[in-house]
């Protein structure tokens, strides 16, 4: 009759005959069977389907505490804390001394950052069972974050960042849900701000697996996200730190840290692109200016810094202020010693200024750390110019530039000998006549050998001239004289006033 009057009044199709036939025994026996289908999907690490069927068990029976435990457990290993805190506390309210549960609410408070709940439930297990070995360890590490905690506050009040560094890190070297971002978030971002330049491990090592697992485990928090994004930003990411800035500012729209490091991030990187823009227009002068207010945005930001400097190195070195170029690449070396590009900007630097020494030391520094074809080339060729400066620079003798032509050498030539010709000096000291015998005869030295093709392509090649048999040493730089200016007898100094001479041919 009630199914009669049920089809007769159209209700029929909202009903569930499945369940609402079924008797109670039933109805746990298939809840039962749901369950044994959880755990089937839940050892093969397939936790979606596991949390279906958990789902399914718990719409069957509402009642049961374990199947709450269960999906507790689930939710956990998908990193949902939040919905796995709030089926493991409904598993210990339908019965209190379901110790799993617990256990489970416990490592949820311990995952969203809240260790003191977590000692109270850990506590709570070991009352249940005292010997329980894994609420054991889990109470021994509730209890070391609650400390590392206070340490990391103390530390950052005195502004002591080595003191909080201690305790973070000893923090995220524990298992992944040991960290505590809500209570430690204000040491952590002191931490990551200032620990590089006292000789910490980079932020790199925050954004690290496992490590990053704990920045991503709780997608809501604004802290987080906030540490998350400031690492990126000192790692010179700042287009995806400023997408974490924003999720974070979503999340709490009052977070004045967020909001500051936003700002930040986007004034560096558009006043960076807008020097690189002016670079490249070849409008130097306005590069250099805008690099030199990017670098005064925030002083803290070492790698983005350390390119800065570098870019402005180089546009310094277009504009031919190459000291200045030099102190920049060395600012971006202490602030980042892996930089390679700043390391062979400067070498190229002390090249074009003549300081070989330093070049050679920079371009080793590079290939050792990257031996590449083109930076052996560029150590070769700087050790063979570091070669050649200790040698007499013959050019520098005759007073003319390395690419002078056969006429402007021996033009110069002709100068330099006349002025420094020993029947000039005649009457001057026994010392500045040795000074000038000394200047004459590498005047004589320099113009034999760069008048001569051959010798010239070996000396400005960096090769030894002593190596074809050629002791410059044992030249008359007379004979050079003589042959220049038309042969034996043909030339005379005579005085034409105190300390003029001129030079007349017999």
């Not at 297990?125 to 103390?154: F, S, T």
């Not at 490590?211 to 996200?225: G, Q, V």
């Not at 030249?475 to 100094?493: H, L, M, R, Y």
Request: with cysteine; hydrophobic share 35%; aromatic share 10%.
């Amino acid at each position: 009759i009630d199914g009669k009057m049920a089809t007769e009044s159209g209700d029929a199709v909202n009903m569930d005959p499945d369940i609402d036939l079924l008797s109670d025994e039933e109805i746990e026996r298939e809840a039962e069977g749901f369950k044994e289908q959880g755990n089937a999907f839940y050892i093969k690490k397939d936790y979606e389907e596991a949390f279906n069927y958990y789902t399914k068990a718990i719409d069957m029976c509402p009642k049961n505490a374990s199947y709450y435990g269960n999906r507790a457990a689930t939710l956990m290993m998908l990193y949902r804390y939040r919905e796995a805190l709030e089926d493991a506390q409904q598993s210990v309210r339908l019965d209190n001394s379901f110790m799993k549960g617990h256990l489970r609410e416990g490592k949820c408070h311990l995952s969203l950052g809240n260790a003191m709940a977590a000692r109270r439930c850990f506590q709570k297990v070991l009352e249940l069972e005292p010997d329980n070995g894994q609420a054991q360890q889990e109470l021994k590490n509730a209890e070391a974050i609650l400390e590392y905690e206070r340490m990391a506050e103390i530390g950052f009040e005195k502004r002591d960042f080595r003191m909080v560094s201690f305790p973070f890190l000893r923090c995220v070297m524990r298992p992944l849900t040991a960290a505590s971002f809500r209570q430690i978030s204000a040491p952590l971002s002191g931490c990551v701000l200032h620990g590089p330049c006292l000789g910490l491990p980079d932020r790199g090592f925050l954004l690290s697996s496992p490590r990053s697992d704990i920045l991503r485990m709780d997608s809501t928090n604004a802290d987080a996200l906030y540490v998350r994004g400031l690492c990126l930003y000192y790692e010179d990411c700042i287009d995806k730190a400023v997408q974490f800035f924003v999720q974070a500012l979503r999340m709490a729209p009052d977070h004045d840290k967020a909001r500051l490091a936003c700002r930040n991030a986007k004034a560096l990187k558009a006043k960076k692109e807008e020097g690189n823009k002016a670079f490249k227009e070849g409008s130097y002068e306005a590069a250099y200016e805008l690099y030199s207010e990017a670098l005064t945005i925030d002083p803290n930001n070492i790698k983005t810094n350390a390119k800065l400097y570098c870019n402005r190195a180089t546009v310094g070195s277009k504009l031919k202020k190459l000291d200045q170029a030099i102190e920049d690449c060395s600012k971006a070396i202490k602030l980042d010693e892996t930089y390679i590009k700043a390391y062979l900007r400067r070498a190229q630097c002390y090249m074009d200024t003549e300081q070989y020494e330093e070049a050679v030391r920079d371009y080793e520094k590079v290939y050792q750390t990257e031996k590449t074809k083109e930076h052996k080339h560029l150590l070769k060729n700087a050790q063979l110019e570091l070669k050649k400066s200790k040698r007499k620079d013959y050019y520098k003798v005759l007073g003319v530039d390395k690419n002078a032509t056969e006429e402007e050498i021996k033009k110069a030539y002709r100068k330099r000998a006349l002025l420094h010709h020993p029947d000039r000096h005649s009457s001057a000291t026994p010392e500045v006549q040795k000074e000038e015998e000394k200047k004459f005869k590498e005047v004589g030295e320099a113009f034999s050998v760069l008048s001569d093709p051959k010798k010239k392509s070996r000396y400005d090649s960096g090769q030894d001239l002593e190596d074809d048999g050629m002791n410059m040493g044992d030249f008359d730089a007379n004979n050079i004289f003589k042959a220049f200016f038309g042969g034996p007898g043909g030339f005379s100094f005579e005085a034409s006033g105190p300390g003029n001479f001129f030079f007349q041919f017999g």
